[in-house]
């Protein structure tokens, strides 16, 4: 098995420490130290692919930057990198839709992957002008994708709905090689739709034996749709060179937050409406209660799995710390269970690629789960001579 791995970009800003704020939670109340200008994410996208990396994922939400608009900017920026958009059906045509994920993949060919996101938070949605409840959503997006991948075969699509209608639609030039759909959802009503339409289903990081359940559910759902599907998990990372340093980077983290900030934060996730983000709150809700969320091993979920970045970031809420073979053990742990992409992030994260493209990535090459990038000899360093 070959992995695919990917790096996130913060395009709502970035920092040595967590940044708060994300899915669940006001425009506004992410916090940041870092401006994540278009020459800063182009350093993190040159490094990503420098390293191997498949794609960056590009968020989607009223907290963050535009994810399209991001990915057209940087793909001048890179070769060979992905882009894997999140982006939001129904709040635009799916004609549209399907005419810029084209126009994208006629200028940077195979380069761009969408990540289908159907919103957890009706205030969020509102603020979009979108009034449509969870199950309804969800319905939406089934019309909405049928009508997108009809599009992208080369047919002129007609479709009336309870909620998409278009007349004779059709693209002047369908994508080639048509874009893959990874789509996360954990409601009852989320699994028809990612088995009908995903290519690669996303869960956030979850203990493995909860994953395992999550890939089984929604390989029954495709086989019985004649599909089959592929799986990505969404992870952080703090790896370095010694569980030591990793979990002492952990503590850090934590030392910087305080209880009224953990509080505030925690209340405003528990109005999401996403199952998914409801699974995140739960792994540390026994700390949070008994007062031991600022230690950081209190929060070791599973080994070396972490849900002390969902104590005030919505969404993706836990981690891989550890050193980088514990890393790589984990890695090897969900890619058993039927993980084949995964999506990483870190603070900062530049440093963190770093430190896990240069710690993690050799080691994952070396037990033949990773090949992406070159992995030739070494380069000469100027002024020092051959690297040996």
């Not at 098995?1 to 425009?27: C, E, N, Q």
């Not at 998990?233 to 979990?247: C, G, M, V």
């Not at 091993?297 to 809420?317: D, F, K, Q």
Request: proline residues 5%; hydrophobic residues 40%; charged residues 20%.
């Amino acid at each position: 098995m070959t992995l695919k791995l990917h790096w996130f970009l913060p395009t709502y800003g970035d920092s040595r420490l967590i940044v708060g704020g994300g899915h669940g939670l006001p425009a506004g109340t992410a916090h940041s130290d870092r401006d994540a200008s278009i020459d800063y994410l182009a350093t993190i996208v040159r490094s990503a692919e420098s390293f191997g990396f498949t794609g960056a994922l590009i968020p989607t939400g009223a907290w963050c930057e535009d994810a399209f608009v991001t990915a057209a900017l940087l793909a001048r920026e890179t070769t060979s990198l992905a882009f894997l958009v999140a982006f939001r059906p129904g709040l635009v045509s799916p004609t549209l839709s399907a005419q810029m994920a084209a126009t994208f993949a006629r200028h940077a060919p195979g380069r761009i992957l969408l990540n289908v996101v159907v919103g957890g938070e009706a205030h969020e949605q509102r603020s979009f002008g979108d009034y449509l409840d969870k199950d309804a959503r969800y319905e939406r997006c089934d019309e909405f994708l049928d009508v997108v991948r009809r599009l992208w075969a080369g047919e002129t699509v007609s479709k009336h709905g309870n909620h998409i209608s278009v007349d004779e639609a059709a693209l002047a030039m369908p994508p080639n090689p048509i874009p893959p759909l990874y789509f996360g959802g954990s409601s009852a009503a989320a699994g028809p739709v990612a088995a009908r339409h995903s290519d690669v289903y996303l869960t956030w990081g979850e203990p493995p034996a909860a994953v395992r359940d999550k890939i089984e559910w929604i390989r029954k759902l495709a086989a019985e749709e004649g599909r089959t599907v592929r799986f990505g998990i969404r992870l952080h990372t703090i790896s370095r060179d010694t569980a030591q340093e990793a979990w002492a980077q952990a503590g850090r983290l934590l030392d910087a937050l305080d209880e009224e900030t953990v509080r505030t934060t925690q209340e405003g996730l528990a109005r999401s409406q996403s199952e998914g983000q409801k699974r995140m709150l739960a792994l540390h809700e026994a700390n949070r209660a008994d007062g031991t969320w600022n230690d950081a091993r209190s929060l070791e979920i599973a080994p070396n799995l972490w849900s002390g970045v969902g104590l005030v970031r919505g969404g993706a809420g836990t981690a891989l710390v550890g050193s980088h073979t514990e890393v790589a053990d984990r890695i090897a742990e969900y890619a058993e269970i039927g993980i084949d992409e995964f999506i990483f992030s870190g603070y900062p994260h530049l440093e963190e690629l770093y430190w896990f493209g240069e710690g993690v990535v050799p080691i994952l090459r070396q037990r033949g789960l990773f090949s992406g990038g070159v992995s030739g000899p070494a380069a000469s360093i100027p002024f020092v001579g051959s690297a040996r």
